[in-house]
């Protein structure tokens, strides 16, 4: 098979490392890369020994695909022209600025069966890949996405920088549709929120509960599953999981596992195992560019569709408007 031209639209830190990893993919062809910083794209050009173009629009019309890592606020204008230009496209998260701009990328996209992936990198971290073999149904969810104060990333609350990652697992995880959301948060240190914590709860009676910070002392990124008979824990820093589970003392299945324990009830008796998945050793972003060159190759509905980018997108966004329109606690009086 042919290998899918492909270019790389903003090129600041996230875009070179988008363009290191598809120069080392097979399948892709780096045609070029494009920034606004020509003195930034002509250096990331010849650091990976590609082209760097002066106008957008040629290289445009040079490739097949583009993977577009410009700031939030630009992605809809170059995805769109991307879009109209009949390319496919990888864009980082979150897909846009509101859920309506998500909405008319996909309007562009379907009738010319154009591929658009989000990139949600965290859906393919070790820790989430190898528990895949498990059957999750969570009912409650606890996670904790915590981060030293960067100013990349800033431009935008918390909620779209850091708690989108938890919220897209979460709904790929929970097969309902989402009933009730609660929010509050504050600015502390930037014109937009920078702590948040969101209470979502689902029509199928599950619950998830999510912090997100950047001003935290140190980094935490977990994440705890409990459903009936089990507990998962997962790590995305380490990209480590654990799972316990309730079997039957009898499950031939559960042999290789560490047994911590039986519990003895009137009806039944029941053994708590512990079990650590061998943590797969992958590089995720290059992981989910070579997904997305497989779905332009083969036709492939991507991994993380716009439609899953823009779930989590109207889901970021009540959050937002629900600590915005949040009401003091409680107020002074004479």
């Not at 290289?59 to 700031?71: E, G, K, R």
Request: proline fraction near 3%; charged fraction near 25%; hydrophobic fraction near 40%.
């Amino acid at each position: 098979m042919e290998k899918l031209n492909i270019g790389v639209i903003g090129v600041g830190h996230l875009g070179a490392l988008h363009t290191k990893m598809l120069t080392n993919i097979e399948s892709a062809n780096v045609v070029g890369v494009y920034d606004q910083n020509l003195e930034r794209s002509k250096k990331i050009a010849e650091e990976f020994q590609t082209k760097s173009f002066e106008d957008i629009n040629e290289l445009l019309d040079s490739v097949d695909a583009v993977s577009i890592a410009v700031s939030t606020k630009s992605h809809f204008d170059i995805a769109i022209k991307a879009l109209t230009a009949g390319k496919h496209i990888f864009i980082e998260k979150p897909i846009t600025e509101t859920s309506q701009q998500a909405e008319k990328l996909i309007q562009i996209a379907k009738p010319k069966n154009l591929k658009i992936q989000v990139g949600h990198i965290e859906r393919f971290n070790s820790a989430l890949l190898s528990i895949d073999h498990i059957q999750l149904n969570p009912l409650f969810i606890e996670s904790h996405r915590l981060a030293q104060f960067n100013p990349r990333g800033a431009d935008v609350a918390v909620v779209h920088d850091l708690m989108i990652h938890d919220i897209d697992i979460i709904l790929s995880l929970v097969k309902s549709p989402v009933e009730n959301i609660w929010a509050n948060g504050l600015a502390v240190v930037t014109d937009t929120i920078d702590i948040a914590n969101a209470r979502l709860q689902f029509k199928n009676g599950c619950v998830a509960n999510v912090t997100a910070s950047r001003i935290s002392k140190s980094r935490m990124r977990k994440m705890r599953l409990f459903q009936k008979n089990a507990y998962v824990s997962i790590d995305f820093i380490e990209g480590t999981s654990e799972v316990f589970r309730l079997v039957d003392p009898s499950d031939e299945n559960s042999q290789s596992t560490m047994m911590l324990g039986m519990i003895e009830s009137a009806n039944s008796n029941k053994k708590i195992i512990y079990d650590r998945p061998v943590r797969k050793e992958i590089n995720a972003l290059k992981y989910e560019l070579e997904l997305f060159i497989d779905a332009v190759q083969n036709d492939k509905t991507p991994q993380v569709t716009a439609e899953d980018g823009m779930r989590a997108l109207e889901v970021a966004q009540t959050i937002v408007e629900k600590i915005s329109n949040q009401q003091p606690f409680f107020k002074l009086t004479d």
